[in-house]
């Protein structure tokens, strides 16, 4: 988990704080970086690429991995350069090994994002990876500061739990988890995640939830930003386990958090 990291890039400077995040958090975790220029050359307004285009894209993508590469002394810095789609060349890579950790970025504007759709939700269709959605510059968690685990589903498997307890551990940081569920449904479930994590991490770890159900008058997005603002919260992660996380969770939140947000699978 979090074992070797993948930064897409691109000239845009949107992904400034993806990129330096990226950084601090194979620094810390003492793991690999790969950063990867993928380039599509019929994006360039042409029904089909021609060769001095596919030239021009690589030779961008490398000065864009150079600048990188040099702008840091932290770590070493592997680079790639790859063409074709990126949601699918991210897949093919994740696939073959190269990673299991994506580091996103907004690659587009939020108007460009209106009439295009969402890019980083594209890449998390065909990831089985996990990953970091990172829009604005904010530290990594750590001690003195909660994660903040969002879920509306209504039961914790075993590899959920064990997953934010290693998310917990590499960190170093509390758990808060939040319910966003139906207020209807049981919530026993939730006392049995914060019981079962206490054994798990023991007393160094702070373990504690909240409930909130979401409501016409406030959607999941909202709760969540409240909570973390309350809360002091540094990232939200939502572990997609199990029916743990719905669709429409996902969509509100990695969109929409004052917070980076993790992606846990």
């Known amino acids: 988990m979090f074992d070797k990291i993948l930064l ?70 592997k680079p790639i350069v790859m063409e074709g789609k990126r949601h699918k060349v991210l897949a093919k890579m994740v696939d073959e090994g190269i990673a299991d950790t994506l580091i996103l970025g907004p690659f587009r504007s939020y108007l460009s994002r209106i009439f295009t759709g969402s890019e980083i939700e594209r890449i998390l269709e065909y990831e089985s990876s996990h990953a970091f959605v990172v829009r604005k510059p904010h530290p990594l968690p750590g001690p003195g500061s909660p994660a903040l685990v969002v879920v509306d589903g209504t039961k914790f498997s075993d590899k959920a739990i064990d997953s934010v307890e290693v998310f917990a551990r590499k960190f170093g940081c509390d758990i808060e988890f939040l319910y966003l569920g139906k207020g209807r449904i049981k919530t026993d479930f939730m006392d049995l995640a914060v019981i079962t994590l206490r054994e798990k991490l023991g007393e160094k770890f702070h373990i504690t939830s909240t409930i909130k159900p979401h409501t016409f008058f406030k959607s999941r997005k909202v709760i969540v930003n409240s909570v973390v603002e309350s809360k002091g919260a540094r990232i939200v992660v939502l572990p997609l386990i199990n029916h743990l996380v719905s669709e429409f969770l996902l969509h509100q939140v990695v969109l929409n958090a004052l917070v980076p947000v993790c992606v846990i699978r």
């Open 8 to 77: 897409p890039v691109d000239p845009s400077k949107r992904l400034k704080p993806a990129r330096e995040y990226a950084i601090a958090l194979s620094e810390k975790l003492g793991v690999p970086l790969v950063a990867a220029f993928i380039s599509n050359p019929k994006k360039a307004g042409t029904s089909t690429a021609s060769l001095d285009a596919r030239d021009g894209f690589e030779a961008l993508g490398k000065r864009q991995l150079d600048n990188i590469i040099e702008s840091n002394q932290s770590i070493k810095i």
